[in-house]
């Protein structure tokens, strides 16, 4: 997650935790969690690989970006996703993360997603070793560290779809902020999609401002909507 309020973030810090007792983590400086309450896989599954029509629109050379790194997991339920689609050639994921977690928060983190977890050795080791671009068995990752406002702009490429995963817009609202939305529309290919678990109204306005088509959808768990888009023509 990509913002400190009240300041720009130019060098990445380490997440900083604290746990329920049912092992979801929490974001102390948003009082967020990472994920929903009620079951954080299924809920990737449902709002960023459903809400983008994956694993259908899987192709060779097909470009997932995120913002909001976070515990890895939407990562690992795409390469899931992307081994049983059949493992096309050159599919990449690329994430934007200002507060990277430590291996050891990552893993612990995981222990409550067996499947998940199960897949995740090869990168927590290149994780804990400092690694932020590596190969999962030709599923490409590259996490790029730092406030998102300032990295987004300079990222040189396109995504085919969109996970934006920040925190809370009512906590954290500068990650939502038009500018910053606008970047992620001239940074989507033709055709490209974005899902997100939010319908915050200004979160969806300033999407159709970036270039997108947005529509409202059913929410996971206790979220009644999300939203998704195409962007037009």
Same mark, same amino acid.
């Given at each position: 997650?990509?913002?400190?309020?009240?300041?720009?973030?130019?060098?990445?810090? =380490?997440?900083? =935790?604290?746990?329920?007792?049912?092992?979801?983590?929490?974001?102390?400086?948003?009082?967020?969690?990472?994920?929903?309450?009620?079951?954080?896989?299924?809920?990737?599954?449902?709002?960023?690989?459903?809400? #983008?029509?994956?694993?259908?629109?899987?192709?060779?050379?097909?470009? =997932?970006?995120?913002? /909001?790194?976070?515990?890895?997991? #939407?990562?690992?339920?795409?390469? !899931?996703?992307?081994?049983?689609?059949?493992?096309?050639?050159?599919?990449?994921?690329?994430?934007?993360?200002?507060?990277?977690?430590?291996?050891?928060?990552?893993?612990?983190?995981?222990?409550?997603?067996?499947?998940?977890?199960?897949?995740?050795?090869?990168? !927590?080791?290149?994780?804990?070793? /400092?690694?932020?671009?590596?190969?999962?068995?030709?599923?490409?990752?590259?996490? =790029?560290?730092? %406030?998102?406002? !300032?990295?987004?702009?300079?990222?040189?490429?396109?995504? %085919?779809?969109?996970?934006?995963?920040?925190?809370?817009?009512?906590? #954290?609202?500068?990650?939502?902020? %038009? %500018?910053? !939305?606008?970047?992620?529309?001239?940074?989507?290919?033709? #055709?490209?999609?974005?899902?997100?678990?939010?319908?915050?109204?200004?979160?969806?306005?300033?999407?159709?401002?970036? /270039?997108?088509?947005?529509?409202?959808?059913?929410?996971?768990?206790?979220?009644?909507?999300?939203?998704?888009?195409?962007?037009?023509?």
């Amino acid at each position: 997650m990509n913002r400190v309020l009240g300041q720009v973030v130019t060098k990445s810090q =380490i997440a900083e =935790i604290s746990w329920k007792e049912s092992g979801v983590p929490v974001a102390t400086r948003f009082d967020d969690p990472y994920f929903s309450l009620d079951d954080g896989l299924a809920e990737t599954r449902h709002v960023f690989l459903s809400g #983008n029509d994956l694993p259908a629109r899987f192709a060779p050379g097909f470009h =997932i970006a995120e913002l /909001g790194f976070g515990t890895g997991l #939407n990562m690992l339920a795409t390469y !899931l996703s992307w081994r049983d689609a059949g493992l096309p050639t050159g599919v990449r994921f690329t994430s934007f993360e200002a507060f990277p977690m430590t291996a050891d928060d990552i893993a612990k983190a995981l222990e409550g997603f067996p499947e998940a977890q199960a897949v995740s050795a090869p990168f !927590l080791a290149a994780w804990a070793g /400092g690694a932020r671009a590596f190969d999962l068995d030709g599923f490409g990752v590259d996490v =790029i560290e730092g %406030d998102a406002r !300032l990295t987004l702009t300079g990222w040189c490429e396109k995504a %085919d779809a969109w996970f934006l995963d920040g925190f809370s817009p009512a906590k #954290n609202p500068e990650l939502w902020g %038009d %500018d910053l !939305l606008m970047q992620v529309g001239a940074h989507t290919a033709p #055709n490209g999609t974005f899902a997100t678990y939010t319908a915050a109204g200004f979160v969806r306005r300033a999407l159709d401002v970036a /270039g997108f088509a947005v529509e409202r959808s059913p929410g996971f768990g206790r979220k009644r909507h999300m939203s998704r888009g195409t962007l037009r023509p």
